[in-house]
């Protein structure tokens, strides 16, 4: 589990293999991500966009930009949380990912919200 705070907004990530969308003889290693952002800060704010880097344990990255979350963009209140779960695929039993959420606060500042490193890995693995 990750978790970091940017401006009163604290992401924290849990990870899960995927064996029944993996395929390791094919280099096809799946893991979903259930990610709780949560404002603990004095003023809402808004998600915007993400920007994921997704990292194998053979050093290939990748790199993911897109707008909102799962196709939402939700606003936090102080108190608020918002969760969602995604997954991704890496031709590697471990890797990790980190990145930012674009966050907009009720003040019209923008800031870019942590998410902090994550390991993403199978069960007893020790790649």
Known sequence: MSSAVTDGIR?????????????????????????????????????????????????????VKGEGVVGAQPMLRPGESFEYTSWCVIPTSSGAMSGTYQMVANSGSRFDAEIAPFRLGMPNSLN
Request: aromatic share 10%.
């Open 11 to 63: 992401v924290t990530v849990q990870t899960q293999y995927i064996s029944e969308r993996s395929a390791p003889k094919e280099r096809r290693y799946a893991f979903s991500y259930t990610v709780t952002i949560r404002n603990e800060g004095t003023q809402s704010a808004q998600l915007i966009s993400r920007h994921w880097i997704i990292v194998d344990n053979e050093g290939g990255q990748q790199e």
